[in-house]
């Protein structure tokens, strides 16, 4: 019989009148990847706060115990010496700093006083071969991508020689290529008696690389269950307490006149100023039409939304918006001209952390609550009210920090505010990452709400599937130029990857 190396039993957790766990149980065996499933807001990542020492012991119920033995964590500094390492979703790096100096942060070799570099980096570097990052460990991470910088994220906790690795979510700023890596990675720690959590909305991971599937819904374990024991309708099921139907609510829409097009767009790398990272793209989005953008990391797709949006510097021959020439000199003036854009991380672009729910939904339309220059607060709650309602944001009141929601929901506070400033285009980069199964299939409903009302949709995703589910017509892009463009009756995840990839023609 496997040996228990975690237990936690009876974990309950407040935050004011709401109950985040409700006397959860789970344990965890050695030589074993445990994954945890469940929709934004079942409890997963409080969970995971409690044991990684963010929840300081008496701020909840319940006990922990490691090889039996019942522990206490004050800070996530008793959690690491306990074994216990925490890889978050959001990236927690240090950019101004290098690879090596990432990865022992706080834990500097030091002789005499002085800083043993040349030893640092050898070290370092070893820890970087592990996860397979191929930069010198003296690059500074604010040159890295976000994939590589979760890839130090990683190595920094492996340099910890933890007993248990807890992973949120991290493959979402990964390639193929690198998630391949990862997963080499925590097979490897597994042969090596490391046990691991993993969380993941991707029920394509978790049936391959977990050993056991653990349920938690509204803050509650369900249950845990063999994985080769499940099929993936049952672990969505259980996610989400339905039947999920089809996924992807895809509906023959008309598709009207050209609502957005734009000729030789062209942006210049940020780094290079002599390339040019989005190179002669021309593209037409009509009314009804969801037009999808595919391409590989560094192919130039979030560039092209953001360019056409004004949010960075771009250049076009022409731009029509409903047939008429146009220039976009801000993202201010995008949004009077009909344009929205939900930009890939919600957190950095998308709200404002230290507002209330009613207050985000309307940002992009102070005009509907400013009247005579004074801010009409219950014309604000009002529309926070009724957006609330309308795309199902789980929240207590319009009052709600957006802060306080999970993922999916914020995600869905986001789409408000753009609703609400009613654009004819609406371009979406990466709009379900990071958000559970349930709360993709709305998102996809409310896409298709919009086509049928005639809003032409541009949308970015790493996700092929959700791509081939849900676009009409696909531009594959590579190198910062259109490759090829497909129809609804071509589109093939493996085509994408071989014309992307520069593998065929």
Same mark, same amino acid.
């Given at each position: 019989?496997?040996?228990?190396?975690?237990?936690?039993?009876?974990?309950?957790?407040?935050?004011?009148?709401?109950?985040?766990?409700?006397?959860?149980?789970?344990?965890?065996?050695?030589?074993?990847?445990?994954?945890?499933?469940?929709?934004?807001?079942?409890?997963?990542?409080?969970?995971?706060?409690?044991?990684?020492?963010?929840?300081?012991?008496?701020?909840?119920?319940?006990?922990?115990?490691?090889?039996?033995?019942?522990?206490?964590?004050?800070?996530?500094?008793?959690?690491?010496?306990?074994?216990?390492?925490?890889?978050?979703?959001?990236?927690?790096?240090?950019?101004?700093?290098?690879?090596?100096?990432?990865?022992?942060?706080?834990?500097?070799?030091?002789?005499?006083?002085?800083?043993?570099?040349?030893?640092?980096?050898?070290?370092?570097?070893?820890?970087?071969?592990?996860?397979?990052?191929?930069?010198?460990?003296?690059?500074?991470?604010?040159?890295?991508?976000?994939?590589?910088?979760?890839?130090?994220?990683?190595?920094?906790?492996?340099?910890?020689?933890?007993?248990?690795?807890?992973?949120?979510?991290?493959?979402?700023?990964?390639?193929?290529?690198?998630?391949?890596?990862?997963?080499?990675?925590?097979?490897?720690?597994?042969?090596?008696?490391?046990?691991?959590?993993?969380?993941?909305?991707?029920?394509?991971?978790?049936?391959?690389?977990?050993?056991?599937?653990?349920?938690?819904?509204?803050?509650?374990?369900?249950?845990?269950?063999?994985?080769?024991?499940?099929?993936?309708?049952?672990?969505?099921?259980?996610?989400?307490?339905?039947?999920?139907?089809?996924?992807?609510?895809?509906?023959?829409?008309?598709?009207?006149?050209?609502?957005?097009?734009?000729?030789?767009?062209?942006?210049?790398?940020?780094?290079?100023?002599?390339?040019?990272?989005?190179?002669?793209?021309?593209?037409?989005?009509?009314?009804?039409?969801?037009?999808?953008?595919?391409?590989?990391?560094?192919?130039?797709?979030?560039?092209?939304?953001?360019?056409?949006?004004?949010?960075?510097?771009?250049?076009?021959?022409?731009?029509?918006?409903?047939?008429?020439?146009?220039?976009?000199?801000?993202?201010?003036?995008?949004?009077?001209?009909?344009?929205?854009?939900?930009?890939?991380?919600?957190?950095?672009?998308?709200?404002?952390?230290?507002?209330?729910?009613?207050?985000?939904?309307?940002?992009?339309?102070?005009?509907?609550?400013?009247?005579? %220059?004074?801010? *009409? @607060?219950?014309?604000?709650? =009002?529309? &926070? #009210?009724?957006?609330? $309602?309308?795309?199902?944001?789980? !929240?207590?009141?319009?009052?709600?920090?957006?802060?306080?929601?999970?993922?999916?929901?914020?995600?869905?506070?986001?789409?408000?505010?753009?609703?609400?400033?009613?654009?004819?285009?609406?371009?979406?980069?990466?709009?379900?990452?990071?958000?559970?199964?349930?709360?993709?299939?709305?998102?996809?409903?409310?896409?298709?709400?919009?086509?049928?009302?005639?809003?032409?949709?541009?949308?970015?995703?790493?996700?092929?599937?959700?791509?081939? %589910?849900?676009? *009409? @017509?696909?531009?594959?892009? =590579?190198? &910062? #130029?259109?490759?090829? $463009?497909?129809?609804?009756?071509? !589109?093939?995840?493996?085509?994408?990857?071989?014309?992307?990839?520069?593998?065929?023609?």
């Amino acid at each position: 019989m496997a040996k228990t190396v975690l237990e936690m039993k009876g974990v309950t957790k407040s935050f004011g009148a709401t109950k985040a766990l409700k006397q959860v149980s789970i344990d965890l065996n050695e030589r074993e990847i445990l994954a945890i499933c469940g929709e934004n807001g079942a409890g997963k990542s409080t969970l995971m706060k409690v044991l990684s020492g963010s929840y300081e012991y008496g701020s909840y119920d319940g006990e922990i115990f490691i090889d039996g033995k019942p522990c206490v964590f004050r800070t996530p500094a008793d959690a690491s010496a306990a074994g216990i390492e925490m890889i978050y979703q959001e990236i927690s790096v240090h950019l101004d700093l290098s690879v090596a100096e990432n990865i022992f942060l706080g834990r500097v070799p030091l002789q005499a006083g002085i800083v043993q570099w040349k030893r640092m980096n050898e070290e370092a570097k070893a820890f970087a071969d592990m996860v397979g990052l191929k930069v010198p460990v003296t690059t500074h991470l604010r040159d890295l991508s976000a994939s590589q910088c979760q890839m130090v994220s990683i190595a920094r906790a492996l340099s910890r020689n933890p007993k248990i690795l807890v992973l949120d979510e991290p493959t979402s700023p990964l390639t193929d290529a690198e998630v391949e890596e990862l997963f080499k990675i925590l097979n490897r720690l597994r042969d090596n008696g490391i046990s691991c959590i993993y969380i993941s909305h991707k029920i394509k991971e978790i049936k391959r690389l977990a050993d056991r599937v653990c349920i938690m819904r509204d803050g509650a374990h369900v249950w845990t269950k063999p994985a080769v024991q499940l099929s993936t309708e049952e672990i969505v099921e259980a996610m989400v307490n339905r039947k999920i139907g089809n996924l992807y609510p895809k509906e023959s829409v008309a598709i009207g006149e050209e609502v957005l097009s734009v000729k030789n767009l062209r942006v210049k790398h940020p780094y290079n100023r002599k390339k040019y990272i989005v190179d002669g793209v021309d593209f037409c989005v009509r009314k009804g039409e969801i037009l999808g953008l595919v391409g590989l990391v560094g192919s130039g797709r979030s560039e092209t939304v953001n360019a056409i949006f004004g949010a960075i510097d771009g250049s076009y021959d022409e731009l029509r918006i409903d047939g008429k020439p146009t220039r976009i000199q801000s993202p201010q003036d995008a949004i009077q001209k009909g344009l929205a854009l939900l930009s890939e991380d919600r957190k950095v672009n998308g709200f404002i952390p230290t507002l209330n729910l009613a207050r985000n939904i309307t940002l992009a339309r102070l005009d509907k609550i400013y009247h005579g %220059g004074l801010l *009409d @607060r219950e014309t604000e709650r =009002a529309i &926070g #009210r009724e957006y609330i $309602e309308r795309l199902s944001i789980k !929240a207590n009141s319009e009052r709600d920090m957006v802060t306080s929601l999970s993922g999916g929901n914020q995600q869905k506070v986001v789409l408000a505010k753009w609703l609400l400033a009613e654009p004819k285009v609406l371009l979406l980069d990466e709009p379900t990452r990071g958000i559970d199964v349930g709360a993709k299939a709305q998102i996809y409903q409310i896409m298709t709400q919009l086509v049928r009302q005639g809003m032409g949709i541009v949308m970015i995703s790493s996700e092929l599937t959700e791509l081939v %589910g849900m676009c *009409d @017509r696909y531009l594959l892009l =590579a190198d &910062g #130029r259109i490759r090829a $463009e497909l129809g609804r009756e071509d !589109a093939d995840e493996e085509k994408f990857l071989r014309i992307c990839s520069g593998s065929t023609n």
